[in-house]
DNA sequence: GCGACAG
DNA sequence: ATCTTGTCGC
């Protein structure tokens, strides 16, 4: 798939999102109702090239799920981890074309897919109104939200750094995210409205995800260490054959 | 021309 | 995203 294609079917999934959300919007379970499996997933890219990189560029996409969905302590019920490469440089706007597929295959490979993803990516924030958060949701079939250090687009200021204070952030006069503070003391990330989700259900959900000590949610915090330890072993080892 | 611009 | 040392704070 190249940029135009991507960006075409980047309009229909931000029509069908709309149209899911005003359907079968995700939901916190009532009492009595099986508890969702919380998932999170990450690319750590080969060491060496800063910058936007190229496609081809070495690359290792872990995927977890851990359980339960909100609280204090959070076990993880399963890890994989894809090693592959990168499908094309990074491009504001296109990161699904980079990032995408070795997610995708990541999250595909787990025993059992999670209720909900959280995926290191915008969502309505975005040019045509899905960035890869949304769309990775879509493809795959299961809710998301999107998780970032700032904005893509959208603006609003943020809010104090005090644990659970949170401000809206807008695009085209519509909120399409949240500004969250996960640790006070620390600045806010940005919770994305992604696949079946709003920003308020966003928001929501990074504040049960997240532990007071840290800034990301700890689902993301995991498959990011996961990831980056399989490039570890896997750049060490060349390293070891490379020099033997 | 220059800076901004998810990861 | 990735490259990076020490350093300040709870």
Not at 111 to 120: H, I, K, S
Not at 139 to 154: D, E, F, S, Y
Not at 180 to 209: K, L, N, Q, Y
Not at 217 to 235: F, I, Q, T
Request: glycine letters at 12%; aromatic letters at 4%.
């Amino acid at each position: 798939m190249g940029a135009e294609a991507l960006a075409e079917e980047q309009l229909e999934l931000a029509a069908a999102a709309d149209a899911v959300l005003a359907v079968n919007p995700w939901r916190w379970p009532a009492s009595g109702e099986p508890v969702p499996l919380l998932g999170g997933c990450f690319v750590a890219f080969a060491f060496g090239q800063a910058g936007p990189g190229h496609a081809g560029d070495g690359a290792w996409a872990a995927a977890i799920t851990v359980f339960p969905p909100s609280g204090r302590s959070f076990h993880t019920e399963d890890e994989v981890v894809v090693a592959g490469s990168a499908g094309a440089a990074y491009v504001p706007g296109l990161l699904a074309l980079r990032e995408g597929p070795l997610l995708a295959a990541a999250i595909g490979a787990l025993r059992r897919g999670p209720d909900l993803l959280l995926v290191d990516a915008t969502g309505r924030d975005h040019p045509r109104g899905a960035g890869m958060a949304l769309h990775l949701g879509a493809v795959l079939g299961i809710a998301t939200i999107g998780v970032t250090r700032r904005p893509l687009l959208a603006e609003g200021p943020s809010p104090v750094q005090l644990r659970g204070a949170s401000s809206p952030l807008l695009l085209g006069g519509l909120e399409v995210a949240r500004w969250i503070c996960t640790r006070s003391g620390a600045s806010p990330v940005v919770a994305h409205a992604g696949w079946r989700t709003d920003p308020g259900t966003a928001a929501e959900i990074v504040m049960a995800a997240s532990t007071p000590a840290a800034r990301a949610p700890v689902p993301l915090r995991e498959a990011r260490r996961v990831a980056r330890e399989s490039r570890a072993v896997a750049e060490g080892r060349k390293r070891a054959t490379f020099r033997a």
